[in-house]
């Protein structure tokens, strides 16, 4: 199974909006409302920043939302700042109790 | 809060295998699901396998089917991935991560570990 398609880097300027796209098929994303988002500093383990497409966990910024529609899901950050600057990954269930990840997007804060 | 401590960096031969252990501090493993993940250098999060431990359940990636094993030890709230047939691709940071879903799962990863280094090289 292939990994969900995200783009390979996006960049914005500090208070700028940007928005992350992770694209699957009709066998993952599409079938279910388990889409997460982690967020990857250099050296560091990931971090859940949006479970089941929209929710947020606690002490997460209300600047990170996400969405989905068909087999796409999405992560929109608003407000960018610095720290923002890491690795997103999205991933989604892939049905017989399994999972996958999409492939990584670098974002760079200008 | 439950925290999770893996085991050291580990060196291995390819063909060798290898054990990542992973244990929760601060709490139990209760009806949590724990998950593996491997990092390669330089690239993505890749999907290993999951250990429901208090219901000894294991579902496993197709890509490593017949290669991986993850075990769980409820006296000691420690979980296992053991990787055989090691070759330089399997090369990667090794976490473990906890699902609070339990046997159905939530699918996704609230808390994880700090990762463990394997190298696999002649």
């Given at each position: 199974?292939?990994?969900?398609t ?15 796209s992770c694209t699957g ?46 087999n796409t ?38 | ?122």
């Amino acid at each position: 199974q292939s990994a969900l398609t995200q783009p390979a880097s996006v960049s914005g300027s500090p208070g700028q909006s940007i928005i992350i796209s992770c694209t699957g098929t009709s066998s993952d994303i599409g079938s279910f409302n388990f889409v997460s988002w982690y967020q990857q500093h250099p050296g560091e383990a990931p971090k859940l920043i949006i479970y089941e497409v929209t929710k947020r966990p606690s002490g997460v910024s209300n600047r990170f939302s996400g969405s989905k529609s068909g087999n796409t899901a999405s992560l929109i950050i608003s407000g960018l700042q610095a720290e923002d600057e890491a690795d997103y990954y999205c991933c989604s269930y892939a049905g017989t109790y399994t999972a996958i990840f999409g492939g990584g997007t670098k974002l760079t804060v200008l | 809060q439950v925290q999770l401590v893996q085991s050291e960096a580990e060196v291995k031969k390819p063909g060798s295998s290898v054990e990542v252990s992973c244990k929760a501090f601060g709490g139990t493993f209760s009806s949590y699901s724990i998950t593996w993940v491997r990092q390669a250098p330089g690239q993505g999060l890749e999907w290993m396998g999951r250990n429901i431990p208090i219901f000894n359940t294991v579902n496993y990636a197709q890509k490593f089917q017949g290669r991986i094993t993850i075990t769980a030890d409820e006296s000691t709230g420690t979980v296992f991935m053991e990787l055989n047939s090691l070759r330089s691709e399997d090369t990667a940071v090794y976490y473990c991560a906890r699902d609070p879903g339990g046997d159905v799962g939530h699918w996704f990863f609230d808390i994880w570990g700090r990762g463990t280094l394997v190298t696999v090289s002649s």
